[in-house]
Nanobody, 127 residues
Framework: QVQLIESGGGLVQPGGSLRLSCANS????????VGWFRQAPGKEREFVAF????????SYGDSVKGRFTISRENAKNTVSLQMDSLKPEDTAVYYC????????????????????WGQGTQVTVSS
């Protein structure tokens, strides 16, 4: 079973940084790719970043490239999202999601078709 818990959200000024964490509190021997998504009020949920099960491959949404960095520590069952140079338009609820490696395709990577989702953590960028 996979249970994802996000943490690290909060209020930050424009240009500042935050580090989000996604921890899997469940027990599983399966391997999972992990994605971060965000949803601003009145907008659709959008892809932010992806990391494969081993950490050897990453992908980013165009709006966060060069500012956000995704990483993982499998020994700790944790995936992190380092967010730098934050902008007001980064304000949203951020969600992490896990997709079983078995059956995963490239079309899944930026879609919402992940198997498990966390409850989300609020990030607000404002002066």
């Amino acid at each position: 079973q996979v249970q994802l818990i996000e943490s690290g959200g909060g209020l930050v000024q424009p240009g500042g940084s935050l580090r989000l964490s996604c921890a899997n509190s469940g027990r599983t021997s399966r391997s999972y790719h992990v994605g971060w998504f965000r949803q601003a009020p009145g907008k659709e949920r959008e892809f932010v970043a992806f990391i494969n099960w081993s950490g050897s491959s990453t992908s980013y949404g165009d709006s966060v490239k060069g500012r956000f960095t995704i990483s993982r520590e499998n020994a700790k069952n944790t995936v992190s999202l380092q967010m730098d140079s934050l902008k007001p338009e980064d304000t949203a609820v951020y969600y992490c999601a896990a997709a079983d490696v078995a059956g995963f395709t490239l079309s899944t990577l930026k879609s919402l078709r992940y198997d498990y989702w966390g409850q989300g953590t609020q990030v607000t960028v404002s002066s």
